[in-house]
């Protein structure tokens, strides 16, 4: 059996300075770097977040409605957001202190302009699905341990759609961090009934 580190959307956008900045956000790169050596795993995955200009989670393609209001967008509640992580810009690269390397696996996922893509699985309840199960079986993979940014968002949909995928699923919950409080409280909540264990990183064997 062999297990992966998913690494989330740990993008210039998410962190201090970014688009959608999430507090405190840079905080996950050292920790990360200083465990992907780790011989628990047998593969690197950097997932990021890659939107068209036109991305329909943008709140500047809605006329009349402001950053982080909601609408109903194909029938689903759809959060719109600052623009960000544009493919191809400063803010879509990777935190430039992240240690990424050629071997790693790395995975874009938000692509269509057309839907919301929080989970590198794709969006479930719009029944629209990515290859990423696929690339993750075809390399042997069989355990996510899961961090980056956001905990309330990508990083939750990522790890509950793999639990639901039928991968073993392990939140590192010390390498997260969230957009609100709230929310975040909410989503590690979800995770833990969708079966996501919650650990620390301490607690790595
Ligand atoms: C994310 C909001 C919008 C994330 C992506 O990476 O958590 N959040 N797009
Ligand atoms: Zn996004």
């Known amino acids: 059996m062999s297990s992966a580190l998913v690494v989330v959307d740990v993008q210039n956008d998410f962190c201090p300075g970014g688009n959608l900045a999430v507090k405190d956000g840079h905080e996950v790169?050292?920790?990360?770097?200083?465990?992907?050596?780790?011989?628990?795993?047998?593969?690197?995955?950097?997932?990021?977040?890659?939107?068209?200009?036109?991305?329909?989670?943008?709140?500047?393609?809605?006329?009349?409605?402001?950053?982080?209001?909601?609408?109903?967008?194909?029938?689903?509640?759809?959060?719109?957001?600052?623009?960000?992580?544009?493919?191809?810009?400063?803010?879509?690269?990777?935190?430039?202190?992240?240690?990424?390397?050629?071997?790693?696996?790395?995975?874009?996922?938000?692509?269509?302009?057309?839907?919301?893509?929080?989970?590198?699985?794709?969006?479930?309840?719009?029944?629209?699905?990515?290859?990423?199960?696929?690339?993750?079986?075809?390399?042997?993979?069989?355990?996510?341990?899961?961090?980056g940014l956001a905990t309330d968002y990508c990083v939750c949909e990522t790890a509950i759609d793999g639990a639901d995928q039928g991968f073993s699923v392990v939140l590192l919950e010390d390498l997260t961090r969230g957009i609100a409080p709230d929310t975040t409280r909410r989503a590690k909540a979800r995770m833990r009934s969708a079966g996501v264990e919650i650990q620390t990183v301490d607690q790595l064997v």
């Open 29 to 147: 790169v050292e920790g990360i770097n200083a465990i992907r050596d780790s011989s628990e795993f047998s593969h690197v995955i950097f997932t990021r977040d890659w939107h068209p200009q036109d991305h329909v989670s943008f709140a500047r393609n809605h006329p009349n409605q402001p950053e982080f209001s909601k609408k109903l967008v194909n029938g689903l509640p759809q959060t719109l957001w600052p623009a960000h992580c544009e493919e191809g810009t400063v803010g879509a690269s990777f935190h430039e202190d992240l240690d990424v390397r050629d071997s790693d696996f790395i995975y874009s996922k938000g692509t269509s302009k057309d839907w919301e893509e929080y989970s590198a699985f794709g969006n479930s309840e719009m029944g629209k699905f990515t290859t990423f199960a696929e690339e993750l079986r075809s390399r042997g993979i069989s355990k996510l341990y899961v961090c």
